[in-house]
């Protein structure tokens, strides 16, 4: 966070806003001159200073990410880029089940969306989650839509229908608590018209966030809200990931085997109320996936 140094010269009195910051291993600092004076708006100068720091960083990275993702699709035939695709669907439903108590191994699951093998001895619940799950991504890839309230409800109703009909398709109108954590979701009275402001943030907020930023703020704000029965961290990477994909970024998926992280940024946002932590985590886990596409295009 940038903070206000004070510089004394003589009689005089001088005021910095200074952010020290550090990016690829070297400590940078970056300053502002605010007068003799602390202006009334110090926290609008804080802001404008820390995003400049991110224009230089974080956004800079991830705009040489999508140009070099958008370089390395440019170069794939058709079969090629369906194959890619499909294999991120098989990635990510694995993992995105798995997170969620899911009992398939990733063999499994390849074997059921590839082969449509089931596995024996596995739950059906399971089964029949992970292929429809797969079948509302495969539609989504191949026709990108922006999201509203409508598509929510029929993204989460198609996943879970068959596994959580009194839940699918349908705002929650109860109170949950999340296992092993501090954070109570929003009220039930509260759920619809928050959910609602959400989107219409998302809608808000098109042009002037970089869709990484985007996707995840409105990741956290999704599961903070909790607006449904079950199914919200599904629907929530899903979504997410819909953010990226339909403005020309790479897809992210947070691999079971590292969730850790992934919960305790979640975690540490939600008892504070504050984005920051899980934007933060999602930055560097963002353009630690993202290096594969940077490494791709300097082969060129």
Not at 9 to 30: F, K, S
Not at 184 to 198: A, D, Q, S
Not at 216 to 222: D, G, K, V
Request: charged share 30%.
């Amino acid at each position: 966070m940038a903070i206000v140094r004070t510089v004394n010269r003589g009689e005089n009195r001088y005021y910095y806003l200074v952010h020290t910051y550090r990016w690829d291993g070297a400590v940078q600092r970056r300053e502002r001159y605010l007068g003799t004076v602390l202006p009334d708006d110090i926290e609008r100068q804080r802001a404008s200073l820390e995003r400049d720091v991110w224009q230089v960083t974080w956004l800079r990275a991830f705009r040489s990410i999508h140009d070099a993702y958008q370089s390395h699709l440019r170069t794939l035939p058709g079969a090629a880029l369906e194959k890619e695709r499909e294999q991120f669907v098989i990635e990510f439903t694995y993992d995105t089940n798995r997170i969620e108590g899911s009992t398939l191994t990733f063999q499994e699951t390849a074997d059921l969306l590839e082969h449509g093998i089931s596995p024996r001895s596995k739950p059906m619940r399971d089964i029949r989650e992970a292929e429809l799950h797969a079948s509302l991504m495969r539609g989504l890839l191949a026709h990108p839509e922006p999201f509203d309230l409508p598509r929510l409800l029929a993204w989460h109703k198609a996943v879970f229908r068959e596994t959580k009909p009194q839940f699918a398709g349908r705002i929650r109108d109860f109170e949950v608590r999340i296992q092993r954590s501090r954070h109570v979701p929003t009220p039930p009275l509260e759920v619809r018209p928050m959910l609602i402001e959400l989107l219409r943030w998302v809608q808000r907020r098109s042009k002037g966030l970089n869709p990484v930023e985007r996707a995840a703020e409105f990741h956290f704000r999704f599961e903070s809200i909790h607006p449904f029965g079950d199914g919200n961290g599904r629907i929530g990477r899903l979504a997410m990931n819909m953010i990226l994909y339909g403005t020309g970024y790479p897809m992210l998926n947070i691999q079971y085997g590292k969730r850790s992280g992934y919960y305790h940024a979640l975690e540490r946002s939600s008892v504070t109320s504050d984005p920051l932590p899980f934007m933060l985590w999602f930055f560097r886990r963002y353009r630690r996936d993202g290096r594969q596409w940077l490494r791709f295009a300097s082969t060129k």
